[in-house]
């Protein structure tokens, strides 16, 4: 089973985007032409990382943002650099790119 998130060519270059989805809330980031997916929750409290919608990047685009602590989380493995969870990770969520879509994988 797959659930469409968006078209590729709706995403921009490393900035992050929200969708809800039946696995929950998800995460999506297209860098360098690659895309990653995790879940919107942060690994030390299991909150969105979000204040508002779609900003999810701190100020130069970098990394994830946890916008209630600070926290920052790389986009290609998920795992937290700076904050109270340092050394965790996001959890991964599975996609796949196909005909132009972003589809995650239901197992
Ligand atoms: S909720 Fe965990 S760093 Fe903000």
Do not use: K, T
């Not at 996001?90 to 197992?107: F, K, M, Q, W, Y």
Request: glycine share 10%.
């Amino acid at each position: 089973m797959s659930f469409r998130l968006c078209a590729l060519n709706e995403l921009e270059e490393n900035r992050g985007r929200g969708f809800r989805s039946p696995v929950g809330e998800v995460i999506v980031v297209l860098r360098d032409g690659q895309v990653y997916a995790w879940q919107n929750a942060c690994p030390h409290l299991g909150i969105n990382l979000e204040f508002n919608p779609d900003e999810f990047m701190d100020c130069e685009n970098h990394y994830l943002l946890c916008s209630n602590h600070g926290a920052l989380f790389q986009v290609e493995d998920g795992r937290c650099v700076v904050g109270p969870c340092q050394g965790e990770s996001l959890l991964p969520v599975a996609i796949r790119v196909e005909s132009g879509e972003i589809l995650l994988i239901e197992s």
